[in-house]
């Protein structure tokens, strides 16, 4: 805010007013590609769209200041929602596609429909007035870096919310997200919108800094650009955000002088030599893998001294550059400088009365919950995949209260039937109802929302979030605020906001796990991650919990551990489905088995029952009598 009064070049003020504008632009790209994970190539588009809504509203109009701002935020945040519907398709590249057509798109018509937009020619625009307050260059700078402030503010509180939880949860795994119940498809058209908002803004700021607007603006190159300086500044990072709308702002500017050039270059190669000292000395990286930047960035400072002029080698020297920092810098530039210097991301605050918070409080009583003896009555349930049977005709009755063990061979159907009644599959036949009400139809999160949660038998924890993060995501059903709530900091997200650290806090300590709370969930040894996923599942207050083979790949200790868990989890009235394959654990603990063989019930009973029927001990003896047969008489 200081630079306008001691600088007072017009030239840098336009400059670092144009690094604050994409950098509003940039925090919102980043909750698209850093938080969930999508690639956007459509943001050059949102950002001309929100340049021409103020435009045309103060060409056509004469819009004051306030109203073409909102409106520009509001009509970006819509095409933003429009921007999101293939995404709910479309992943990985054939996204980058639509959004790329989707740019594309938007330009054309800005071109075409000249009787709003004035076509090529463009629209040309005054500083606004604010007040009745004519801004003249550097109260629009202040103006713009209020908005900086304000749009960060408000961002950083959003993905430290519930709502920023989601976005990343819905990168970690999608799958756990619907079955946490966070729609991965209400959250990922909710990210886009907040994204498209900013860019928005951005855009509206953008036409009053040039005063002039034109179609070519919003071209291909600019979206790649703000790509780019997502990924170099370094991806969830609003640090990160400011460091790459610097970059793509001054690199440009600083190949188009050599002398410049020399200074920033020999800067560059110190500090990477520096830095490359620091990381192999921490032991943070082999000498071999730091040679090649050090001796890159020393090259590109010879290069420097080499050259008279830059101007034939102005876009060789960029394209490598970004090539250089994206291939070596995948982390970007924030996660490199953490990386090298050991700094850990900030840790959320903990609120420490947490101590106090019982265990028992943390799981629900849910066992007095509905009066009837059946939490879920499946029948008839046929789940066809192309010719194979996977499902077969299968009723289960599942009563209140009891752990009801599923077994049977590898490939018999079992993990079917969890993605049946998390809704992940539609059944081809056959009605399942849970609570009285049918399952069937529902998505993943509405079941979730009432009351089923489950485990995976491949772990889907969100790897990126720390063990507490993870659980809070289970809590999500918590909260009840809104967008609004969050970026004014509430009395009522507040309240929500504590109360679901204490309750992640106290499940952690259900599981064990309390120590590791601050821990990335991928970093956790693999049966913590285990454990972790109970204790998220646990989150969603479930009456019903379904565990996939919850002890496969466990030490003795750790399965020792989870029998009493799982014990635990029962005595508090939650009804659980165990698949398990040590048959040891299903013995010990589980009130009645059902046995499933090429995706038919072939047995159900009392543990002991079931281990003596022949039919079960052929399925599970089958199997290796065939190996038998197989082998030579
Ligand atoms: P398990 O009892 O070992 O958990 P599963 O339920 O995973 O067995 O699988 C049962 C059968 O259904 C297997 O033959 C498996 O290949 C098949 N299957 C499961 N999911 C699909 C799918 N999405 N598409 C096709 N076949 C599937
Ligand atoms: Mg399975």
């Given at each position: 805010m200081l630079f306008p009064i001691g600088i007072n070049n017009p030239y840098y003020i336009h400059l670092l007013e144009t690094i604050m504008i994409y950098a509003i632009l940039l925090f919102g790209l980043d909750i698209v590609v850093g938080y969930t994970g999508q690639v956007s190539l459509g943001h050059a588009g949102l950002f001309g769209i929100g340049a021409y809504t103020a435009g045309v509203l103060v060409f056509k109009l004469g819009a004051p200041l306030m109203v073409s701002l909102l409106a520009a935020v509001g009509v970006t945040a819509i095409f933003g929602a429009i921007l999101a519907l293939p995404a709910l398709r479309v992943t990985g590249p054939y996204l980058a596609m639509v959004t790329l057509a989707f740019g594309t798109i938007i330009q054309i018509l800005i071109n075409e429909m000249s009787f709003i937009t004035e076509g090529p020619m463009g629209i040309k625009l005054q500083k606004p007035p604010l007040f009745g307050h004519k801004l003249d260059e550097r109260e629009f700078f202040w103006l713009v870096a209020v908005l900086l402030v304000v749009s960060l503010v408000i961002v950083h509180r959003v993905l430290r919310s519930h709502l920023g939880r989601a976005f990343e949860a819905l990168r970690g795994s999608p799958v756990a997200s619907d079955c946490m119940g966070v729609s991965v498809y209400r959250y990922k058209v909710y990210a886009f919108v907040i994204s498209a908002g900013f860019a928005g803004m951005a855009g509206s700021l953008y036409a009053y800094s040039e005063q002039y607007i034109s179609p070519n603006s919003y071209n291909f190159e600019l979206t790649v650009l703000f790509l780019l300086a997502v990924i170099m500044g370094g991806r969830k990072s609003r640090i990160g955000s400011l460091i790459g709308a610097a970059i793509i702002v001054l690199l440009p500017k600083l190949l188009d002088d050599v002398v410049l050039f020399r200074y920033v270059s020999v800067a560059l190669a110190v500090m990477v030599l520096i830095s490359a000292a620091v990381a192999v000395k921490r032991q943070k990286a082999t000498p071999a893998a730091m040679a090649i930047p050090v001796v890159g960035s020393i090259a590109l400072a010879g290069l420097a001294f080499w050259l008279d002029t830059m101007t034939d080698w102005r876009l060789s020297i960029f394209g490598v550059i970004m090539l250089f920092v994206v291939y070596y810098l995948q982390d970007g530039i924030v996660g490199f400088v953490r990386n090298a210097l050991n700094l850990r991301r900030p840790k959320p605050q903990l609120d420490v009365s947490v101590e106090g918070a019982s265990t028992a409080e943390a799981v629900s009583k849910a066992a007095g919950a509905g009066g009837s003896d059946q939490v879920l009555e499946a029948a008839g349930v046929l789940m066809q995949f192309g010719g194979l049977k996977a499902l077969n005709n299968v009723d289960l009755v599942v009563r209140r209260g009891t752990i009801h063990g599923l077994i049977g061979p590898n490939g018999s159907g079992k993990s079917t039937m969890m993605n049946v009644l998390t809704g992940i599959y539609v059944p081809t036949a056959g009605s399942l109802s849970f609570g009285g009400r049918?399952?069937?139809?529902?998505?993943s999160s509405d079941i979730a929302l009432s009351g089923i949660a489950r485990t995976f038998q491949n772990v889907q924890l969100f790897g990126e979030m720390t063990a507490l993060q993870n659980v809070q995501v289970g809590l999500h059903h918590t909260f009840a605020s809104n967008f609004f709530d969050v970026a004014v900091h509430t009395p009522r997200y507040r309240r929500e906001s504590a109360s679901a650290v204490n309750r992640a806090l106290s499940l952690l300590k259900f599981v064990g796990l309390e120590a590791l709370a601050e821990e990335e969930a991928r970093n956790l040894p693999y049966g913590k991650q285990r454990l972790l996923e109970i204790a998220r599942a646990l989150a969603l207050d479930p009456q019903l919990l379904l565990l996939d083979e919850p002890a496969a790949g466990l030490t003795a200790p750790d399965i020792k551990e989870l029998i009493a868990i799982i014990r635990k989890i029962r005595d508090h009235g939650i009804t659980v489905i165990l698949i398990e394959h040590h048959m040891d654990v299903v013995m010990s603990m589980c009130d009645t088995v059902s046995v499933l063989d090429f995706g038919q019930k072939i047995a159900e009973g009392e543990p002991a029952k079931v281990q003596a029927d022949e039919k079960v001990i052929e399925a599970y003896l089958g199997g290796q009598e065939t190996d038998a047969h197989a082998q030579p008489a």
């Open positions: 049918s399952l069937v139809g529902r998505t």
